[in-house]
């Protein structure tokens, strides 16, 4: 929706008027807007994701090379 596409109907309404309802028009635009994002994108934000180790754990037991406790 644009801004500009708001018509009023009713007669004598002041450029303060009209500012008021395009305020409030565009926050509400701007709040539908950041809801609809939040719902598409559900996953992790990106510092999260920067957080996730790069490799796995090692398993214990799993000898790698030679075993020297024997």
């Not at 500009?4 to 565009?26: I, M, Q």
């Not at 996953?43 to 957080?51: E, L, R």
């Amino acid at each position: 929706m644009n801004l500009d596409d708001v018509r009023f109907v009713s007669r004598g309404v002041t450029p303060e008027e009209k500012a008021a309802v395009w305020a409030v028009l565009d926050a509400q635009i701007n709040e539908e807007s950041v809801l609809e994002h939040a719902v598409q994108s559900p996953g992790m934000n990106p510092w999260a994701k920067s957080q996730i180790s790069i490799r796995e754990d090692v398993a214990e037991g799993v000898a790698f090379g030679r075993d020297f406790t024997g």
